[in-house]
C-alpha cells in the first residue's frame, strides 16, 4: 500500500508491470506508442479501483510525451498515485518506466494523468463512496447476456 509523505502527499504504487514481446513491436523493433497508452489505461484502472469497487471509465488522458524508446524485451513498470478526488472522478498520475532488457538500467518513458469516472449499470456517473455496484460475475470478460453470433 502506497504511504503518504510528510506534504501528505500520496508516495506512487507499482500497478501494473509488464515484459515487452514481439507482437507489441513496430519495424523499428521499439514497442507502439499505443501499446504502451493502452497499459497507462489499464494502470490507471488499477488505481481508481482502490477507490470504490465500480465500473470505471476513462474520462481524459493528458498529453502524453515518450521521453524514451521501450525495447523489445524491457520490463515496462507502471506507477500510480490518486492526485485528486471528486464525487464520481479520480485524477491518477501515471509514471512510466523501463528497465531494460540487457542491463537492467531503468530509464523514464513517460507519464500521464487520466481522469477516471464511477459509473452506473446504465453509464451515468454515480458517486464512487457509494456502496459497490459491480458484483462477482460481472468482472472484466464475463457476458450478461448472449450476444449476436459471427456475422449477424
Do not use: C
Not at 502506497?2 to 513491436?25: C, F, I, N, S, Y
Not at 542491463?103 to 463512496?129: K, N, Y
Not at 460481472?138 to 457476458?143: S, T
Amino acid at each position: 500500500m502506497a504511504e503518504k509523505t510528510d506534504t501528505g502527499v500520496q508516495d506512487r504504487r507499482l500497478t501494473l508491470r509488464v515484459v515487452t514481446m514481439p507482437r507489441d513491436t513496430n519495424q523499428y523493433g521499439t514497442i507502439f506508442g499505443g501499446v504502451i497508452l493502452s497499459y497507462i489505461d489499464q494502470a490507471g484502472f488499477v488505481e481508481a479501483r482502490r477507490h470504490g469497487v465500480h465500473r470505471w471509465v476513462t474520462a481524459a488522458i493528458d498529453r502524453v510525451e515518450f521521453k524514451a524508446p521501450v525495447h523489445l524485451g524491457d520490463t515496462v513498470n507502471f506507477y500510480a498515485r490518486t492526485v485528486r478526488a471528486g464525487t464520481s472522478s479520480v485524477t491518477v498520475a501515471i509514471e512510466v518506466e523501463a528497465e531494460r532488457f540487457t542491463s537492467g538500467e531503468t530509464v523514464a518513458v513517460t507519464a500521464a494523468s487520466l481522469t477516471l469516472v464511477a459509473v452506473g449499470a446504465d453509464g451515468r456517473p454515480i458517486p464512487f463512496r457509494s456502496p459497490p455496484t459491480v458484483s462477482e460475475g460481472e468482472g472484466p470478460g464475463v457476458k450478461s447476456a448472449p450476444g449476436p453470433g459471427p456475422g449477424l
